[in-house]
DNA sequence: GCCCTTAATTAGCCTAGCTAATTATTAGTA
DNA sequence: TACTAATAATTAGCTAGGCTAATTAAGGGC
């Protein structure tokens, strides 16, 4: 390395991803320290607003569907869950019809912790664009779904 | 919860927010996985690129100075660099003038890790753009850019 | 009934953070 | 000058949240 060239972004697209990269830790950190006063981390919440999407859906969750959903691996799932019904905020059944399957539901006391975190969860989503106008903000929710789409 | 409309982004801001939460892993584990073949992660690699910009200024980087660029506590600091002195991609020395301190400069071989890596690094951060016109990533920088002063 | 597949779990590992305690050195002061 | 404070780095030990590989249990096909 003759100079130091090689570590400054060689073009807007290369800035913008790095860019992308530094505010990736941003935003994790401050949803994490937002939702500690709840208790929870971003990441088990995450499961708990997939289980209560099932209102919709008529059939329960299984955490391979869980897994597939959350991009981890199974076994990652069963530890997570493992730890949220320590806490009662979901339980597992056997699955009648298959008994290899388990069905994950939320609890009552979930549902309370969603509650209550949920607010303070959109809150911090929210201020992120604080320093935005509105207009600004809705660009950039377009230029960000463009985005999205590459990893699906 | 009487319904789920809790779950559900309350305001474009919000959904604004929350995107950037579900790419905030994304980016992370593209670069990570791209940077596989290199054998280091974007987290050491981060560390060795404050390194690597020393040559513009003339003392080298502290320990502790590093800690507070990173955003991340000395001690965590002290594990990185233990690592990456194993591998000879640093130096440790302890500062002349006050014993206490410590200098830490990257060596040829970590300059060599450089030389491969940052290619793959600026080619996967510009790849995030992939989906968008030249127009529409210029105006995304400068977007994101105004967003990342919230966290300074 | 036996074998293969599938679902979940378990065991054990890794990375990268954290706090609290320790060590070594310097600086200030009675 | 010797003692005490403060400062820098490190160490020890913990945690979260991933991973793979091996195990257990159940179902399905022949």
Chains 1, 2 share one sequence.
């Not at 570590?7 to 913008?16: C, D, G, H, S, V």
């Amino acid at each position: 390395m003759k100079d130091n060239s090689i570590i400054i972004p060689p073009q807007p697209r290369a800035e913008l991803g790095q860019l992308l990269l530094y505010l990736a830790d941003d935003v994790l950190d401050c949803v994490n320290d937002a939702l500690e006063q709840c208790n929870i981390s971003e990441s088990k919440l995450n499961l708990l607003l997939i289980l209560a999407s099932t209102s919709t859906s008529s059939t329960p969750f299984k955490p391979s569907v869980i897994a597939k959903r959350l991009g981890i691996r199974r076994s990652s799932v069963t530890k997570q869950l493992i730890e949220l019904e320590k806490h009662h905020f979901i339980i597992r059944t056997i699955n009648e019809e298959d008994q290899r399957m388990v069905n994950v539901s939320i609890t009552s006391e979930g549902c309370q912790l969603l509650n209550q975190a949920m607010p303070l969860y959109w809150q911090t989503c929210t201020d992120f664009s604080n320093n935005l106008t509105y207009e600004e903000a809705l660009q950039l929710l377009v230029l960000l779904k463009k985005i999205k789409r590459v990893n699906d």
